[in-house]
């Protein structure tokens, strides 16, 4: 009787087994090729139909991938010198792309007329260890005559390197692998074939840091309906990825709140133009201004690779600053600005980057800080993508198309008088851009004397101080606590028995004051003393121009190259009350972007020796003129006045 009971026992215990099956998906395989690392994505993108011998011949004992180059090729008669030709190309244009993708290769005829393959091409395959040659059909009459076996693909792919399987013959895309040694992203992201997107399921040593995966630039052509293909892009982490979960800078909130469903509209626009998401980037925390190391405590802030490595990178779009100051395989992020997080890290990272025009698109699916200031734009070393995705971006709400540039150029904070090297540069750059523009002058200005020469009615004889002194942490702190805090504090409690979640001391404090220190009425007055002063402004300072969108240029200092070390300890942070000339063009609702010009030495701390830390200006226009500006860049760029930065310590 027992042993019937142990039986039934077990019986039931096997079918409750096997009755739950596991949830199981491939999640692609790591490799190394040649050295360097690679990831192999699960989605299948083609088979090749070869035989098993075939694919046999070209794989590697105990491995099953096997990696292979798809090439393009136009020409009539497919020779040695051809295919030596391709490969350099690839080699040269590609990151992704390596000799050992050789391993096999399968040729794609462009041409409008059949071509003929030439041998002997032994040779020439030999040299990179090419086990197996696939010509298409369009090379059939030729290949046969050569007793080479004919193979085909069940779907169209572009050139570039692949892995191929040597059981079936399945294609997967090929990602190189980087370690994110900056600690400038938050995860690796890979698309997914339903829209959706993933963490990049691969790591690779480099600091205990993210990995990032990156697919070939081969893959992609760019068109006028794909502007962006191929392009690596890099997010802000508080806008939303559909199947990403969104972070905002906090371990709680990452922790929170499942993936989100729906992908942030800007990120959409992005992604429907072609651009490819690498990952998610470093925010200080809930987009609020914060300095290394102190402030940044859920989480370490970003490097800035300039001067000595052990600079501040600025907030609150750090990883994007970082990512484009320190990465050749990085093309441009998304960030956001609501009172200078593009245009700080633009700047001390030595980057192009813009605050545009407010209001140009929806920030749906986007951490609010505060709708009243906040803008998306971006941080790049290429000032051609930067305007191309601007353009994308923005779309038909930023026009390029001027008959002329402005003649007039005002100037607030920029030195008359240079007595640093800094400040040399600087009037350097206003004096050639002077000559560029063919400005007869340049016309220093004081905001707040021109106010208080001339103040509007409406100001009831308030100096420009008193109107905005307190505007700006009034509307972060009172927009942002209804928007996020509350209903964050709210859906952490109920689930963790009643528990606040922690929050880093620079949103903690700014919250605290729009709670306590300021009166509940007070974002309304806020945003009437930023209309009273928007309206003055572009009728008396910063005034629209039909031929030229805005009559005058008006530039700042957005870096000076002064050093501004991490390891320095800190006071705690404060209320960001002022008037900032970055703030000023914040409430006028105006294009504000970054231009790094050069570069400054300084004596490092840290090194002990000479390094170099980028100069930076920020050019302003009326509000709508973002195109104006993008197009004064590209043209001072073909110039030869401004010039795309290159990686690492030194942007020049």
């Known amino acids: 009787m027992m042993s019937l009971r142990m039986t039934r026992a077990v019986f039931t215990a096997i079918t409750l087994v096997t009755s739950t099956l596991a ?41 099953d991938l096997i990696p292979l180059t798809v090439f393009s090729d136009s020409s009539r008669s497919f020779t040695t010198a051809v295919f030596r030709s391709l490969v350099d190309n690839y ?38 260890g090419t ?34 399987s040597a059981r079936n013959g399945n294609v997967y895309q090929a990602y190189r692998l980087y370690p994110d040694t900056n600690m400038a992203f938050t995860e690796g992201l890979k698309a997914n074939n339903n829209g959706t997107y993933s ?24 068109t006028a309906a794909k502007p962006l293909a191929g392009v690596r892009l890099g997010v802000k982490d508080i806008y939303d990825i559909a199947g990403v979960k969104t972070g905002c800078g906090n371990r709680a909130y990452y922790g929170l709140y499942p993936p989100r469903t729906v992908t942030a509209p800007v990120v959409q626009r992005l992604i429907d133009a072609g651009a490819i998401i690498v990952g998610k ?27 000595d490595g052990y600079q501040n990178p600025s907030s609150s779009s750090s990883g994007a600053g970082a990512s484009a100051g320190a990465y050749l395989w990085f093309d441009i992020g998304l960030g956001s600005d609501t009172g200078g997080s593009i245009r700080g890290p633009s700047a001390v990272n030595g980057c192009f980057g813009n605050r545009p025009s407010h209001g140009l698109v929806t920030l749906d699916n986007v951490m609010p800080l505060s709708p009243a200031l906040d803008t998306p734009g971006f ?61 007869k002058s340049t016309t220093p200005i004081v905001p707040a004397s021109l106010w208080a020469a001339n103040p509007p009615d409406e100001a009831n004889g308030v100096s420009l101080s008193e109107l905005l002194n307190l505007a700006y942490p009034t509307l972060i702190s009172h927009q942002q606590y209804n928007l996020v805090t509350q209903p964050f504090y709210a859906d952490y409690a ?53 031929e030229s969108c805005s009559e005058s240029l008006l530039l700042y200092v957005q870096s000076s190259g002064s050093p501004n070390y991490r390891n320095v300890y800190r006071s705690a942070p404060g209320i960001p009350t002022g008037i900032s000339t970055g703030r000023l063009s914040g409430f006028a609702e105006e294009p504000d972007m970054v231009f790094p010009i050069r570069q400054v030495s300084y004596n490092s701390s840290i090194t002990l020796q000479e390094e170099m830390l980028p100069v930076a200006v920020s050019v302003v226009a009326a509000k709508g003129c973002d195109g104006m500006i993008f197009t004064l860049a590209e ?4 110039a030869g006045i401004l010039k795309m930065p290159k990686v690492g310590s030194m942007a020049f």
């Open 635 to 638: 043209k001072l760029f073909a």
């Open 379 to 439: 941080l790049t070393r290429d000032p051609l993508l930067w305007h191309t995705a601007a353009k994308v971006l923005y779309g038909t709400n930023i026009t390029s198309n001027f008959t002329s540039l402005p003649k007039k150029i005002l100037t607030t904070g920029v030195p008359t008088v240079a007595s640093t090297e800094s400040q040399a540069i600087q009037l350097d750059f206003l004096h050639t851009l002077q000559a560029f523009l063919g400005a």
């Open 281 to 307: 980037q470093k925010t200080s925390q809930f987009a609020n201004g914060e300095s290394p190391t102190a402030d940044w405590v859920d989480y370490h802030c970003p490097f800035n690779a300039r001067g």
């Open 23 to 63: 949830s199981i998906s491939p999640a692609g395989q790591s490799v190394v090729v040649n050295g360097i690392n690679y990831y192999s994505a699960p989605e299948v993108v083609s088979i090749i139909d070869a035989t098993s011998d075939m694919l046999s011949r070209a794989s590697t004992i105990g491995v």
């Open 199 to 222: 963490v990049m399921s691969a790591a690779v040593y480099g600091d205990h840091t993210p990995t990032i995966g990156v697919p070939s630039r081969l893959y992609y052509t760019k």
């Open 131 to 164: 086990k197996l040659f696939m010509p298409a059909r369009a090379y059939q009459s030729s290949v046969e005559a050569q007793g080479y076996s004919i193979t085909g693909w069940r779907t169209e792919l572009p050139a570039g390197p692949y892995f191929m």
């Open 91 to 128: 080699t040269s244009s590609d990151d992704v792309f390596n000799t050992g993708f050789l391993q096999a290769i399968y040729l794609k005829h462009t041409g409008s007329a059949p071509a003929a393959v030439q041998y002997p091409l032994g040779a020439a395959l030999t040299k990179y």
């Open 494 to 546: 109920a689930a963790n028995n009643g528990k606040r979640p922690f929050v880093d001391p620079s949103p903690l404090i700014r919250w605290a004051f729009g709670q306590t220190s300021v009166p509940a009425d007070a974002s309304t007055q806020a945003i009437r003393n930023a209309t009273i002063f928007r309206k003055w402004w572009e009728q008396n300072v910063v005034v629209p121009s039909p």
